[in-house]
Nanobody, 115 residues
Framework: VQLVESGGGLVQPGGSLRLSCAAS????????MSWYSQAPGKERELVAT????????DYGDFVKGRFTISRDNGKNTMYLQMNSLKPEDTAVYYC?????????WGQGTQVTVSS
């Protein structure tokens, strides 16, 4: 099983990034998928989640209206479009797959929002 995040980097406040999570080794469409973030010294927190077929999404209050989660089951890939980025969005962003008590995690990608 592999979850590989990409797309992180350094961006100025107000800018945008698009994160990707490429999955392999399991039946991607059978798992709900989520993005989590973890800032230095803080606990990991849920950013956004998407249902198995992509019909349902949910967001943390701190990203509503700015971030959009999506998935392409044909490509075994999940995305996070991040707009209007703020310095407080700086964190490592992790990809998560969940089904029936089974959790898979990626290694994370760093997002730094700074001028």
């Amino acid at each position: 099983v592999q979850l590989v995040e990409s797309g992180g980097g350094l961006v100025q406040p107000g800018g945008s990034l698009r994160l990707s999570c490429a999955a392999s080794g399991f039946t991607f469409s059978s798992y709900s998928m989520s993005w989590y973030s973890q800032a230095p010294g803080k606990e990991r927190e849920l950013v956004a989640t998407i249902s198995r077929l992509g019909s349902g999404t949910d967001y943390g209050d701190f990203v509503k209206g700015r971030f959009t989660i999506s998935r392409d089951n044909g490509k075994n890939t999940m995305y996070l479009q991040m707009n209007s980025l703020k310095p407080e969005d700086t964190a490592v962003y992790y990809c998560n797959a969940y089904s029936r008590g089974i959790n898979y995690w990626g290694q994370g990608t760093q997002v730094t929002v700074s001028s």
